[in-house]
């Protein structure tokens, strides 16, 4: 759920969990690979959900650029589904729906 992001301060603008260019930054001490673990769930023939705009880090990157950064991270890691909550700026679900499919 939560719990898999590095909070900071990334990037002129200061996002808590997405660099400048508005990729999600992962805590690879907690996580060290994203796809090997979606992979196991699948090789165990169970799907594997990722909740993005998520409260520990409550990021205030609203712009496209982080929309179009988790939705590829989604994508490259191997989820199935994704989970979304007012926690963070990211709000506009259309949005994520038009990247997504």
Known sequence: DDGWQRCGAYGRDKFTFHDDAGHPV???AKFPDMAAMTATAHSLGLTAGWYLNNCICADHCSEGK??????????????????????SSQWDLDTYALAIN
Do not use: I, S, W
């Open 26 to 28: 992962v805590d690879t």
């Open 66 to 87: 982080c929309y179009d950064g988790d939705v590829a991270a989604l994508a490259r890691f191997g989820f199935d589904g994704v989970k979304l909550d007012g926690c």
